[in-house]
């Protein structure tokens, strides 16, 4: 006798849209819903620190534009809510116009929460996601070992080029001219 396998719908944007807006932050990577929980406060002084860094960049250098949490869709399957992104002057209207980002971003950053769960989900299904859909550069910041992983997308794969810590300087050729250390995202 053969067996039957039940296999789970896929969940769509579109469905994540119907659902009631419970103080969550759901994800969808493949079709399948990621839930996480609000951010600590240490989170979220890290994402204010990167805010004014990169604010403060882009007042002098108007090449684009930073949000923070922004929903991103990729597609009818994917979708994630990075900590923050950056977009390209040349493709705000592109893919930045509506309530939602709809594209890839030129620039993800995601700030770890413990737990292994969400260490698989940064370090391995988001690269993934991020690198098929073209995010040219993503950010990975470990707040427990005071840390950034920086990646950039070569022949489809969001590669490491390096982990940055305490002085060490970060820099992007997506932002020209950006210079500021580790530190400077971990001061109180």
Same mark, same amino acid.
Request: aromatic share 8%; proline share 6%; net charge negative.
């Given at each position: 006798?053969? =067996? #039957?396998?039940i ?6 944007? $579109?469905?994540?849209?119907?659902? /009631? ?9 493949? &079709? ?8 600590? #406060?240490?989170?979220?002084? #890290? ?5 004014? %860094?990169? &604010?403060?960049y882009? !007042?002098?250098?108007?090449?684009? =534009?930073i ?9 009818? $399957?994917?979708?994630?809510? /990075? ?6 002057k040349? *493709? ?10 709809? &594209? ?6 995601e700030?770890?929460?413990? &737990?292994?769960?969400?260490? *698989? !989900? ?9 690198? *098929? ?6 950010? %990975?910041?470990? /707040? ?5 992983e ?10 490491? %080029?390096?982990?940055? *810590? ?6 992007? /050729? ?12 971990? !001061?109180?």
């Open positions: 006798m053969q =067996q #039957l396998k296999v789970e719908p896929l969940i769509t944007v $579109y469905d994540l849209e119907a659902t /009631p807006d419970d103080g969550n932050i759901y994800e969808l990577f493949e &079709g399948e819903l990621s839930v996480a929980k609000a951010p600590s #406060l240490k989170h979220q002084e #890290l994402i204010a620190n990167f805010t004014i %860094i990169l &604010g403060n882009l !007042r002098q250098n108007p090449i684009g =534009q949000w923070i949490t922004p929903g991103v869709i990729f597609d009818e $399957y994917n979708s994630a809510i /990075p900590d923050l992104v950056f977009i390209v040349e *493709r705000i209207d592109q893919i930045a116009s509506g309530i939602h980002v709809v &594209g890839a971003p030129d620039l993800a950053i700030i770890m929460s413990p &737990g292994s769960e969400n260490v *698989r !989900r940064d370090q391995i299904v988001k690269r993934q996601t991020y690198a *098929r859909f073209g995010v040219k550069e993503y950010w %990975i910041v470990e /707040p427990l070992v005071e840390m950034i920086i990646s950039r997308l070569q022949k489809n794969v969001l590669a490491s %080029i390096g982990v940055f *810590r305490n002085a060490d300087e970060v820099s992007s /050729p997506l932002l020209p001219d950006l210079k500021f250390t580790v530190k400077d995202v971990f !001061r109180k």
